[in-house]
């Protein structure tokens, strides 16, 4: 792991990705028509590395860390409201996903042709503070409400499954069955279901304690990332391809979608802000990158 540097006063080049914008209906009022308009535009665009992969959730102050990969991969703790570098270090090519633990330890998933393992690391100093091996090559990792237990999505071609790591520690809590083309999972608010989102457009809710399937619904085709509200009552679904996506906006207690949200063109992953008033997109290209923010 090589010597973290400090470029506190360095900001990371903005290049904008194309949003694709949702249809406005011709009904309504021009103050509804413009309400609804102003949603599908982005707040605000904040230059990110390039080829940027993942984000660790935000945090209250306004910072994140992002996983760029490339040939310079690397972790970047980035100011949400400025697009500057305050801290990064270099990390594996093989590298696919991160999240961060209440008490700030990195959990970084790889993913190999024959292996996966889930690295924890000291954001400080980068210091590995210990890996824990994983059945198959990540997919996404995701922290749990609690603040403490990482969800590691792993699998093959025609089998996947999560283990529950304890940040603190890295002991394996928990190993659940997963959909084998399971492409993002998000645990429920009271961290005792979790919602896996298939490739198909499928989200199926799945007990942690047990491994049964509790319930399946369907919110469009070709899902890509899942994530959840803080109080755990909205999903955020973004789904589509690399060029043409959107998000779905699904009400988590009648499990139907609300309405569809934009997205920009190469978004690689959706997070909330610790508010819940804001959606953050994660843009990843090799020539650019950068993080577009929305109201909800």
Not at 32 to 53: F, H, N, Q, T, Y
Not at 256 to 283: H, K
């Amino acid at each position: 792991m090589s010597r973290v540097t400090r470029r506190a006063a360095f900001a990371v080049a903005l290049t904008s990705a194309a949003v694709i914008m949702a249809g406005c209906s011709g009904s309504g009022t021009p103050s509804s028509r413009a309400s609804a308009a102003a949603k599908d535009m982005p707040e605000r665009i904040v230059g990110a590395p390039k080829d940027a992969l993942s984000a660790a959730r935000p945090w209250q102050d306004g910072s994140a860390w992002l996983l760029a990969g490339g040939a310079s991969a690397g972790l970047y703790k980035v100011n949400l409201a400025t697009g500057h570098v305050i801290s990064s270090f270099s990390v594996s090519g093989s590298a696919r996903s991160v999240a961060e633990s209440s008490t700030g330890i990195l959990g970084l998933g790889l993913a190999t042709a024959s292996a996966g393992v889930l690295e924890l690391l000291n954001p400080g100093t980068g210091r590995l503070i210990r890996t824990v091996p994983l059945p198959a090559p990540v997919r996404a990792v995701v922290m749990g409400p609690d603040g403490r237990t990482f969800f590691a999505l792993t699998g093959w071609a025609t089998s996947a499954s999560v283990t529950a790591v304890a940040a603190g520690s890295g002991r394996i809590e928990a190993t659940v069955p997963m959909p084998a083309d399971a492409v993002s999972v998000v645990p429920d608010a009271q961290q005792a279901t979790l919602y896996a989102l298939q490739s198909n457009g499928l989200v199926s809710q799945i007990s942690i304690s047990s491994g049964k399937v509790l319930a399946t619904f369907r919110v469009g085709q070709a899902g890509r990332w899942i994530t959840i509200s803080p109080g755990g009552s909205t999903l955020y679904v973004l789904k589509g391809t690399v060029s043409v996506a959107n998000i779905a906006v699904v009400d988590v207690a009648t499990e139907s979608m609300q309405r569809v949200l934009p997205a920009p063109g190469s978004c690689q992953q959706v997070l909330v802000s610790a508010s819940g008033g804001q959606l953050y997109e994660v843009v990843g290209a090799p020539g650019y990158g950068n993080l577009q923010v929305f109201g909800v």
